[in-house]
């Protein structure tokens, strides 16, 4: 990544930032998922709005030992540039970030192995380009008591930063110095378990011990400049989703937060588990401060649905047809799922049977999206999307399946095909994120 293209993200990052504290109403959304169609939609938002946008992996996405995308790092990057010279979006708008960086892939291993990895992780999205990176300790690890201390939260994320910034110091010329988000209230990756109940906002309180906590520990770890990197603090806003509900938005829970936004160092609040929220509660969390959000879930949510749909549609038009070998995509995921249930036993698997194959389809928490690279799955969805594009699809049966992209179809907006399908239905919640953040020309 040059040092051009970095500092331009950077400059653009920088500045919505600044301006949310400042009082403006602006924000970005960070889209943090490795799935080549979210990610194709996510860049044709950036070239509609003439913005910038921030895509992150999270550590169970791509990390060193590929992940469950079997992506390094270095591979990401290069495999979002690729999309980017696709699409048309300029390198130099694209922020590239790590979200969740910390032990929690490894976190059945002892607390100072899985730290370790995590830390070969740090160095690995370093040595890449990433320009952002969220040090997420939170989680506790084999040994570890059932919850950990913010001192011990603080020292393990340092210990994280230490490693990035001695790697970053090895191309000092050509390598982005990182930006930083830190916190110890950090919501579960990926949504509540199963009947969870609503989360508790941050306290004022909290947010004091925690920068208090991360300061020691950078400090001590000789990371001043670094301090002065971080730029958001996770924090709890009360907006979350579990398996079958979502926690909506709610001011008043937030006040003090919106009241206090600390000084030193320079920071706004990063939202988690943004997913589902309504454009309303949306908007009025830019206000409160919380210039970042972060939104994965509902974007595969919406691939699945579109797939889904597709689905119906090919069997409404080559169901009769002989010749045509139907694709078997839900069947085909459905299977993986069970053949590997590491993935979603721990957020359904006390259901029964019949509520857990609902679940495992469609619930917010959309544990399916682990699946999709499955070379099983990813073969019925090619010949899903082959089938469909052997000729026109008629728009009698767009209208049944996609009735929104049908009438933009009809008007010459949308082209009225199953990629095209497929892209529109992700935007749809894109731009709902990029309408409450006021992206729209803000590339700076």
């Not at 001695?166 to 209230?185: F, K, N």
């Not at 989703?241 to 990063?270: G, H, I």
Request: glycine residues 6%; charged residues 20%.
């Amino acid at each position: 990544m040059s040092p051009n293209m970095s500092k331009s993200g950077r400059a653009w990052l920088r500045g919505i930032l600044d301006a949310n504290r400042n009082g403006q109403p602006v924000g970005l959304y960070s889209v943090c998922s490795a799935h080549p169609s979210v990610l194709r939609a996510a860049m044709q938002q950036a070239l509609d709005d003439d913005s910038g946008l921030l895509i992150e992996s999270t550590s169970n996405q791509v990390n060193q030992f590929g992940g469950y995308t079997g992506l390094t790092p270095a591979q990401f990057v290069a495999f979002l540039r690729s999309i980017a010279q696709e699409v048309g979006l300029s390198l130099e708008r694209l922020v590239i970030g790590s979200d969740h960086l910390g032990p929690y892939p490894w976190r059945a291993e002892a607390g100072e192995i899985a730290v370790e990895k995590a830390c070969a992780l740090a160095r690995a999205c370093a040595l890449a380009g990433y320009q952002k990176i969220h040090l997420d300790a939170s989680m506790p690890c084999g040994g570890d008591r059932p919850t950990l201390d913010d001192e011990t939260v603080a020292q393990r994320a340092a210990q994280i930063c230490a490693v990035a910034e001695r790697a970053r110091a090895e191309r000092p010329d050509e390598l982005p110095a990182p930006l930083y988000v830190i916190g110890t209230e950090v919501p579960v990756p990926g949504g509540e378990q199963s009947g969870a109940r609503g989360p508790q906002a941050t306290t004022v309180e909290h947010i004091r011990r925690t920068l208090d906590s991360f300061q020691t520990a950078f400090f001590a770890q000789g990371l001043h400049d670094p301090w002065e990197r971080v730029i958001g603090l996770v924090v709890q806003s009360g907006a979350d989703f579990s398996d079958a509900k979502v926690f909506d938005y709610d001011p008043e829970k937030t006040s003090q937060l919106r009241k206090y936004l600390p000084e030193s160092p320079a920071l706004v609040y990063e939202a988690h588990s943004t997913d589902y929220q309504t454009p309303n509660a949306l908007g009025k969390m830019v206000q409160d401060h919380f210039a970042i959000f972060k939104v994965g879930p509902w974007l595969t949510f919406a691939y699945r649905e579109a797939v889904f749909a597709l689905s119906a549609m090919e069997r409404d038009w080559l169901g009769n047809n002989k010749k045509t070998r139907l694709s078997a995509v839900i069947k085909t995921l459905n299977a993986a799922m069970l053949r590997n249930p590491v993935h979603w036993q721990g957020y359904f698997g006390d259901q029964d049977e019949a509520m857990q194959s609902v679940s495992r389809q469609f619930s917010y928490s959309d544990r399916c999206r682990y699946y999709w690279p499955d070379p099983a799955v990813q073969r019925e969805v090619d010949l899903l999307l082959r089938n469909l594009s052997s000729e026109e699809i008629p728009l009698t049966l767009i209208s049944q399946h996609f009735p929104e992209q049908y009438d933009r179809i009809r008007t010459g907006e949308l082209a009225g095909t199953p990629e095209s399908l497929i892209a529109h239905h992700i935007r749809k919640v894109l731009t709902i994120y990029s309408s409450s953040c006021r992206m729209r020309n803000t590339s700076g």
